[in-house]
């Protein structure tokens, strides 16, 4: 028993391959039982008649028994026509003669009598007569079931194919093996190719989720040790020399760069992770504490939208707008204003500089990870090149999109929006437990 019962969980191949021909056989064995009832019905009728027309010939048999020559012509037609065999026996029941095939158990014994006195009998042999002797009816039926379960083992392993490869790909994936896929066949369709498919999109975002996370990890390493080392000769300058207030403040500057660097990691980390808090927010608010952290005119929020409400995670909301704001610093000469805007559905925030605006094809390139505007540059230092690209997968988790481009009156303008219901963000996201307060960003 514990063969059959781990031979059936084993696969849905072998269970298609059993349940096919169970079916197989339980149809044969219908059909059998029902050619089987309905030859057992006509049979009495058919020997009725086979016997009635041998009546008629053992009359004839009686006139030619004593001669030979008759007998024999007689016996030999009789066979030919009603497709039997035949055995003559004397009256001591010798064997006279036979005609057809040798003849183990005769169907019809018939006397052959002439004025009462046997002079012989005639014994009739039907078998290759009966169209539905059971031979007849099982051989066909056993190599046309055995035809079918072969071809349903055949089907079986075919619906059954793409789904162990699935599952390999699925293994592989889980023991780090990142690069395995799972083959699309032109003769797989529906659900299958649905499913192959699905599972390599999720493999190839996988993939490239571990490439981009050991690259920022590689980059965060590199870039952290430049703050730490000058944090290190500043440490030891106020050893030898004491401190004083241009010493502070560098080492200030030091900690709030490493403090961003660590800040735009851990963003990064919420987003790869899918650790959202949503809430309803105050766009106005919003971008208000956004200019407040970082030290900027207040008098630059500008607001010109009536639609001020929407759904999101204010931790990386703040991450985006400080990135916004300290991309206008960095890159652009300064913020020039902060507006909030709003469309059917969405609200948008907008930075705008006085600096030199964007090189023709950069307004996208600068949404790329690791990409710097200015190679080489002293902004760019400490700088991974993340913030405008954390604003981006901010604002498409959020149900929205990120865009760049140069003012009329120059400079340029970075934005972004999100969706108001904050539909995508409940979709993808869990919330955290009632009552808890989403992280805030430190200062950058």
């Known amino acids: 028993m514990r063969f059959f019962h781990g031979y059936f969980r084993a696969g849905l191949h072998r269970r298609l391959f059993f349940w096919f021909g169970a079916s197989i056989l339980l149809s044969g064995l219908v059909v059998t039982l029902v050619m089987g009832f309905v030859g057992g019905m006509a049979e009495p009728i058919w020997r009725r008649d086979l016997g009635g027309a041998l009546s008629l010939a053992a009359g004839r048999f009686e006139r030619v028994w004593d001669v030979p020559a008759e007998r024999d012509e007689l016996a030999r037609s009789v066979a030919r026509e009603l497709r039997v065999d035949l055995v003559l026996k004397d009256a001591g029941d010798r ?49 046309a079931g055995a035809m079918l379960w072969a071809a349903a083992g055949a089907i079986a392993r075919r619906l059954t194919r793409p789904l162990w490869e699935i599952s390999r790909v699925a293994q592989d994936i889980g023991s780090g093996k990142l690069s395995s896929r799972a083959p699309l066949r032109w003769r797989d369709g529906g659900e299958v190719r649905v499913l192959a ?10 993939e490239r989720q571990m490439a981009d996370q050991r690259v920022l990890l590689a980059a965060v390493s590199h870039e952290l040790r430049t703050p730490l080392t000058r944090i290190r000769l500043l440490l030891e300058l106020v050893r030898e020399n004491g401190s004083d207030e241009k010493t502070l403040d560098e080492l200030e500057r030091e900690v709030v760069e490493i403090d961003r660097l660590v800040g735009e990691l851990l963003a990064s980390s919420r987003l790869d992770f899918a650790a959202f808090t949503p809430r309803r927010l105050d766009a106005v608010e ?9 030290g900027a005119d207040p008098g630059a929020l500008a607001v010109e939208t009536n639609q001020v409400q929407f759904e999101g995670d204010a931790t990386l909301i703040a991450r985006a707008l400080a990135n916004l704001i300290d991309n206008a610093e960095r890159h652009g000469g300064g913020l020039k204003s902060l507006r909030v805007t709003s469309r059917p559905g969405f609200v948008g925030f907008e930075a705008e500089d006085s600096g030199p605006g ?20 002293s902004a760019d230092a400490g700088s991974l090149g993340l913030g405008l690209t954390l604003v981006r997968r901010i604002a498409e988790a959020h149900g929205g999109s990120a865009r760049a481009g140069n003012r009329a009156g120059g400079g340029a303008r970075v934005g972004f929006e999100v969706a108001v219901s904050g539909a995508r963000v409940r ?9 808890a307060e989403p992280e805030q960003p430190r200062p950058a």
């Open 95 to 143: 064997t006279l003669a036979a005609y057809g095939r040798p003849c183990w158990r005769p169907a019809f014994s018939i006397p052959v009598l002439r004025d009462g006195a046997p002079l012989g009998t005639v014994r009739v042999c039907v078998e290759r007569h009966r169209l539905h002797g059971p031979w007849r009816l099982a051989l066909p039926l056993v190599l």
């Open 197 to 206: 498919a699905s599972i390599n999109d999720m493999a190839d975002r996988i």
């Open 286 to 294: 919003v971008a208000r504490r956004a200019l407040d952290r970082a």
């Open 358 to 377: 964007f090189a023709a094809g950069e307004e996208e390139r600068v949404f790329q990870p690791f990409y710097r505007r200015a190679p080489g540059a």
């Open 427 to 435: 979709a993808e996201t869990k919330a955290s437990p009632s009552g």
